[in-house]
């Protein structure tokens, strides 16, 4: 059951949030989210990431370490900048794991549509890799739209041949641009925050209604074989329930641990109010998941048990931009067939 500081946000978050989502262009919106600022997070570092081929931020607090380094794609339903609250909410799960984090501030549409955001996700992992950092420490995460992305930068990084993390965490994610699953009508009402119709403009704005089943912009549709452990976390009111769940049970069949773990009663990506019962347990479950998935990869190597420090690789060389730009277009102007799934 939700706790009662739960059932009061929902209520305010019905009377604000949504409404004005609802009824408000993406520019009015892009003007309220920008508006409210970011709160002053003391014990917390934040710093330009050094990088020409997409923007971010390095979050570090006094429990940082280099043995994690979290990845963090941000929601925002692919138009929408991060808001002031993902900074403290990254923070958070810096001190729940020890990770140090790199906030990736990826292109927006309409200006970007379509593959730009995701070009610039691919960009910022690949700077990891060639910082020396080893994937065998990094666990990728995002919530929302940017869960959305963290899928479909996994089924990239496979696909390209790139050595993948240790894990990965999305929350509250937007995985299927058809819009399937029951969820995303039966619980219209009942979302503190998301509606149906709010979404449907993100289809025009960021792709082709003709690539909506593609796996890189519905990874609901994608072929999850040979991906790391995948932890969801999902509202049980949420229009997106059906988005976790089915993406779920396909990752499941392609033989990937994927857990997917439903809260009851709480708002779309409550990991960002800091207040609630239910934020301090899930930063907790995260936190224990990012260091489980790191030691148990660090433990494949032969000769390292888990916890002891890992050699680092060889930074691979730069990818050519041009050479992902132009598969990327070639995916934009041919989606391949995909076979739908319509469980729930």
Known sequence: MASWQAKALNLVLHVTIKRMMTHSSVEETRRFVEGRGRPKLRGVKISPVAAHAFHGEWIRTRESGEAITLLYLPGGGFILPASGQVPGMVARLCRASGAQAMLVHYRLAPEHPFPAGLEDCLAAYRHLLQMGIDPRRIVIAGDSAGGGLTLSTLLALRDDGDPLPAGAVVISPFTDFSFGGESRFANERHDPMLSTKS???????????????????????????????????????????????????????????????????????????????????????????????TAEAAGRVAGHAPGQDMPRRKAPAPRPAVARSRKMQRVRRRAPAAGRSRTS
């Open 199 to 293: 979404m449907h403009q993100m289809n025009d704005l960021y792709l082709d209604d003709a690539l909506h089943d593609n796996p890189l912009v519905s990874p609901v549709f994608g072929d999850f074989h040979g991906l790391p452990p995948v932890l969801a976390h999902v509202g049980s009111t949420e229009v997106l329930l059906d988005d976790t769940r089915r993406v779920g049970e396909r990752a499941i069949a392609h033989g990937v641990d994927f857990r997917v773990e439903v809260w009851d009663g709480v708002p779309h990506v409550w990991h960002m109010v800091p207040f609630l019962p239910e934020t301090k347990a899930a930063t907790a479950r995260i936190g224990q998941f990012m260091r489980e998935c």
